[in-house]
C-alpha cells in the first residue's frame, strides 16, 4: 500500500484528458465558470458562482491539500484544447485505506462527453492499482439525478442515502446518497466496464 502523495505532483493523462494538480494561479481558468454558468453550483455543498466564491473555493481546495485531506485537479479537455472543470480526491483516510472522489464539476459544453468517463478511469485506474486503495466513495446530493447517473454509469454501486446529513445551499439540508466501487469489484469487471465506454 502506497500513501497518497501530497508534496508530489500527480500529473493524469490520455488522449483525451489531462488532469494536473490545481494551483493557485489557475484562478483565471475557472473564473468563466464561476461567472458564467452560474447552474453549475446548484448542488454544490461549496459554492462557488462569482469571482470571490471561486477564489474561497480555490483557497480551501489548497488548504485541504496541504492539511493531507484532499487532492485537487484541474482537467484539461485535450480534443478542445480548453479546461474542462474540477475534481478531487478526499477524506483521505490511510489507517482505513478508504479516499472519497468528488467536488466534480464540469462547464456546460463539457458534460455528457467523454471528458468525465476519462477523468475518472484514470483516477480509478491511479486509486486502486498504484495506491493500492481498497475503497473509493462517492456522494451526491439525493436530488442530482445527472450526477447520480453518471456514477452509476462507470460501475459504482448505491449503499444508500444520509439523511439530511449536511448543510446545503439557501440555508437548507439536504440527503445525501452514498456510492462505491470496492478494489475487488475493480478488479473482476468495474474497470473493464469502464474501459468499454471511452472514447
Known amino acids: 500500500m502506497k500513501s497518497l502523495p501530497f508534496d508530489d505532483e500527480i500529473i ?6 489531462l488532469l494536473r494538480p490545481l494551483v493557485s494561479n489557475d484562478l483565471k481558468h475557472l473564473l468563466p465558470f464561476a461567472t458564467k454558468e452560474p447552474t453549475l ?5 461549496m459554492q462557488a458562482g462569482g469571482k470571490d466564491k471561486m477564489y474561497e473555493y ?35 483516510q490511510e489507517e482505513n485505506n478508504t479516499v472519497q472522489l468528488g467536488f466534480t464539476w464540469y462547464g456546460q459544453e463539457f ?9 475518472k478511469n484514470l483516477i ?4 486502486f492499482e498504484y495506491l493500492q486503495i481498497e475503497r473509493v466513495e462517492f456522494r451526491a446530493d439525493n436530488k442530482n439525478s445527472r450526477s447520480i447517473a453518471a456514477m452509476k454509469s462507470i460501475g459504482c ?4 442515502v444520509l439523511r439530511s446529513n449536511c448543510s446545503a445551499p439557501n440555508n437548507k439540508r439536504r440527503d445525501s446518497i452514498i456510492l462505491s466501487i470496492l478494489k475487488e469489484e475493480w478488479e473482476a469487471d468495474k474497470k473493464a466496464l469502464l474501459k468499454s465506454k471511452l472514447g
Open 41 to 45: 453550483w446548484e448542488y454544490s455543498n
Open 12 to 17: 493524469l493523462e490520455n488522449d483525451f484528458v
Open 157 to 160: 454501486t448505491v449503499e444508500g
Open 58 to 92: 480555490l483557497i480551501y481546495a489548497l488548504k485541504k491539500r496541504a492539511e493531507k485531506d484532499s487532492y485537487a485537479f484541474l482537467v484539461f479537455d485535450k480534443p478542445k484544447n480548453k479546461y474542462a472543470g474540477s475534481t478531487r480526491f478526499y477524506d483521505y
Open 124 to 127: 480509478l485506474e491511479y486509486a
Open 111 to 119: 458534460q455528457g462527453t467523454y471528458v468525465n468517463k476519462n477523468c
